[in-house]
């Protein structure tokens, strides 16, 4: 399995606006899952525009602060 990690998914979506499915395949589960409950957010609340993507994983916001 490769090192592409959800934040890597999230940066090349701030960078071109896609995502391939071969990158989608290479996500962990969970990270897969955040990072879809991620875009449904994005495109509901924030109409789709790149700079209102979040940098970091939420879970990872919830780690640092235990």
Do not use: R
Not at 10 to 31: P, R, W
Not at 35 to 46: Q, S
């Amino acid at each position: 399995m490769s090192n592409y990690k959800y934040e890597d998914a999230i940066k090349q979506l701030q960078e071109s606006g896609s995502i391939g499915l071969t990158d989608l395949k290479s996500l962990s589960h969970d990270d897969l899952v955040e990072l879809f409950e991620e875009i449904k957010v994005w495109c509901l609340y924030a109409n789709g525009h790149l700079d209102k993507l979040p940098k970091e994983s939420k879970k990872k916001k919830k780690k640092k602060k235990d």
